[in-house]
């Protein structure tokens, strides 16, 4: 669901001239969701909960993907100054890897950009009793709850996810030294946090209501601006951009 104040534009990369880069008033950092992963995927007629995952690699159709969104970034990047960071999973770090062998880059790896945890029911199957009592309970609360609520109980929470990516792009800006523009490849549930986060979206207090929910595909990119010399928390989400 796609809530529909959610202040955000939808736009395909093959449609872009170039990607905006950072100026004088206000550095640009894309999250990038990484390509499919094994994971993503039902695995015979089964889905399992990646979560975290550090582990988990992408698919041959991840590979291609991440192959292919590298060509096109590539061709939009221009004159920005990129610099390239990753959450500490496989799957992210493969993703971003094929931009930085294209530019001759290299990448920085930060836990504070992994996925949502959901703990020890990672890697196990959606069906599992206990993951989906869990989940049901999650499921019932209304969409402000379900933010600040562990959506397993031995997981995280989506504020608690923002807050930590937020405090990992603050490590990140506090090192630039010129103009860089920051590409940071990560996950479908982080990016959702941080758009929450950031859009300042006011959050239904009615139950059984979904949380709000940016459409982001593998390989997808999520742009925001941050004034220059401001607190992260003061960035907002411009643009989510189509591979």
């Known amino acids: ?30 999250f990038v969701r990484h390509g499919e992963s094994a994971l993503n995927i039902s695995q015979n007629g089964v889905r399992y ?38 959450s500490t999973a496989i799957r992210a770090i493969d993703t971003a890897r094929c931009l930085a062998n294209r530019l001759g880059l290299s990448t920085t790896a930060y836990t504070e950009f992994l996925e949502l945890g959901s703990g020890t029911f990672e890697g196990k199957s959606k ?21 600040t609520a562990p959506k397993v109980s031995v997981g995280e ?28 490849y990560g996950h479908l549930m982080l990016m959702n946090a941080v758009a929450i986060e950031l859009t300042g979206i006011e959050l239904s207090q009615e139950p ?10 593998n390989g997808d990119l999520m742009m925001l601006e941050i004034p220059r010399g401001g607190s992260v928390k003061e960035g907002r989400v411009r643009s989510v951009i189509r591979s």
């Open 1 to 30: 669901m796609i809530t529909p104040n959610f202040p955000v534009s939808y736009v395909r990369l093959d449609g872009l001239p170039d990607l905006p880069g950072s100026d004088d008033e206000v550095v640009r950092v894309y």
């Open 49 to 86: 909960t990646q979560g975290q995952s550090p582990h988990v690699e992408l698919t041959e159709k991840g590979k291609w993907q991440a192959v292919e969104l590298a060509e096109k970034m590539a061709s939009k990047i221009g004159r920005l100054q990129p610099l390239l960071v990753t």
């Open 208 to 217: 059984r209501q979904p949380l709000p929910e940016l459409r982001i595909q």
């Open 157 to 184: 929470s989506y504020s608690e996810v923002a807050e930590r990516a937020l405090d990992g792009l603050s490590k990140v800006l506090g090192q630039l030294r010129q103009k860089e523009t920051v590409f940071v």
């Open 127 to 147: 069906e599992d009793p206990g993951y989906k009592a869990d989940y049901g309970r999650w499921e019932k609360l209304s969409p402000k709850e379900k933010w």
